[in-house]
């Protein structure tokens, strides 16, 4: 039976909706048990530990209300994907806990779905379980992810020691270009430009083909999900040393550079993409010693890693943008 | 530095929040890593499953904006441990994603972490990670729970055969009592009794203490969160099996019972308990020979079990009272 598109969902049944949408996800996941449980069961696996990481997306902060439903899902499993491959961990399975609006009928859920089905499949992962429930607010949707790395082998925030390089992968600040080419903003680039870094705001490309070497080279690593500046922050913490970063050294992707040489002062303009949030790029420090390996084999699996400061004694970070230290007031874009 | 109760959240950085209000309940969990990374490390245990439910709660949907918010963190932990108790699985930590509206200051948030702190200290479990997010729309909190069992010893929804006894524990119906008597219903009772059955609503008490006798006595188990007989299909659905109720040996509570009183029609009045939510009581079946010392060794623990009806071939739930058999149109409250 196909479901009528714009039958409202109130007169839906939820067991349908899990019947027809959700319990396709799960096939093939003997964890599930079929989404007919209260909850799932994960064997043990002998020498591996497994990584769970939580993130909650919720309509008019994370996304815009105007985002197509697939593109939301993607996100979500995505941002979540991004957590697991700074951790160094293989992407296994995931818990869905989705709010809905009565204004979101079956065309809508279903691509959503859809979203959700075309990643998983790209990841290699499976739905386990979840709750879907009714909201009178916005679309709110959280997923908990689940990943295996071999028994201690996790990569930590706070393993950052001092002569540690830092690196970063991809490009830096196409996330919050991107959000504000979506919101209307950044009229003085091509139309290309701006359609690129649209996509690259609304559809994260979590490094998880980085997870093993991760495990291998890095000391400590982070996806960066608040900018650049803050999550080396964390890492600084977590580790109670200092991280040095070179802004100028910061990669950047060809429309961001472009939009870069329009700008008056290119000094600020930095830090704004140092500070913007959503890239979802790697953060990680390595040994110096390792470096080189490192970068030829993540450029092996294509994947770019650039060196932009180092680690040292003391706390925080400093950041530099050719030889000036920057004063920064606050670090990061933070989810009001 | 004692937060202003008064402060708009707004002003407050979540990681003073997250410092200052989460990481004390992750105190004593290494799998938390202190609430500084990215996720929590969850090591492998030999000779253990792990068990994972989620369960989402909606201000307005399935809790009243009048509700405090100690009772709704106390009542988002106990809907979850009440999944893993039906499940034979022993608590172990939890994962909170929170969407906070703009309205809930310090205050707020602070008697949200104290109920959550009473309860985890009660139930013996830990806060591992999650995600606090802001929300333009109601507070929307998902909560996602770990539980241990021995190997493949999880008690199923599917393993119900014919022969085998369905029994209940404690009283079924206060929880939809409960709610109407907290949205002013239920002027005939009592000052004691409208008060005793909104507590029942407010705040569950998840079976945590027959997790290892359900393992132990029980072919199948569920939680009875959508009302008895909706659970009992689920069983039934899971285990290809039907089950017979009788839906006058259903257990209530005094008050229940002399709410029970008052009503014209007392087979009408045990339908709409039978069909409540919220009872977070535990629907079990069990090999007949095995019934007696079950339900005296559940005695032992404070928790009684009451025989209310029976698993034969077939498909789906036949509701009886007094001999006659119920029509049932549509099982169970189901959170629209």
């Not at 809905?100 to 959700?116: D, N, S």
């Not at 909201?135 to 990943?147: E, H, K, Q, R, V």
């Not at 530099?320 to 989810?335: C, M, N, P, S, T």
Request: charged content about 20%; overall charge negative.
């Amino acid at each position: 039976m196909t479901p009528d598109p714009e039958r409202p969902f109130e007169s839906v049944d939820e067991f349908d909706w899990i019947e027809r949408c959700l319990t396709p996800l799960a096939q093939g996941a003997p964890e599930a048990l079929g989404l007919l449980d209260d909850a799932a069961v994960i064997p043990t696996r002998p020498g591996f530990d497994l990584v769970i990481s939580k993130d909650a997306l919720v309509e008019g902060v994370h996304f815009l209300a105007s985002d197509p439903l697939d593109e939301v899902a993607r996100k979500l499993l995505r941002v979540n994907l991004s957590d697991l491959a700074a951790k160094g961990a293989e992407p296994y399975g995931y818990f869905l806990a989705a709010a809905w609006p009565a204004r979101h009928r079956w065309a809508a859920r279903a691509a959503f779905v859809r979203g959700l089905a075309d990643d998983q499949n790209h990841f290699g992962l499976k739905l386990f379980g979840g709750d879907t429930v009714s909201t009178p607010g916005p679309f709110t949707a959280s997923l908990t992810i689940l990943g295996w790395v071999p028994q201690g082998r996790m990569v930590p925030r706070g393993g950052a020691i001092t002569a540690d390089v830092v690196l970063v992968s991809g490009a830096i600040g196409d996330g919050c270009l991107g959000l504000e080419a979506a919101q209307g903003g950044l009229s003085g680039l091509t139309e290309a430009d701006r359609t690129f870094l649209i996509s690259r705001y609304r559809r994260p490309h979590p490094r998880t083909s980085l997870a093993a070497l991760l495990r291998i080279h890095a000391h400590a690593a982070a996806d960066i999900s608040d900018g650049l500046i803050a999550d080396a922050g964390r890492i600084a913490t977590a580790s109670s040393h200092q991280i040095d970063l070179d802004l100028d050294l910061m990669p950047l992707s060809d429309p961001a550079a472009r939009w870069l040489a329009l700008q008056a002062d290119p000094r600020a303009a930095r830090l704004r993409l140092a500070a913007g949030g959503d890239d979802y790029e790697i953060i990680c420090t390595a040994p110096a010693a390792e470096v080189s390996v490192f970068i030829a084999a993540a450029a092996a699996l294509g994947v770019s890693l650039t060196p932009i400061g180092h680690v040292g004694p003391g706390r925080g970070v400093v950041v530099r943008d050719q030889g000036a230290v920057l004063a920064i007031e606050r670090a990061g874009y933070r989810h009001a």
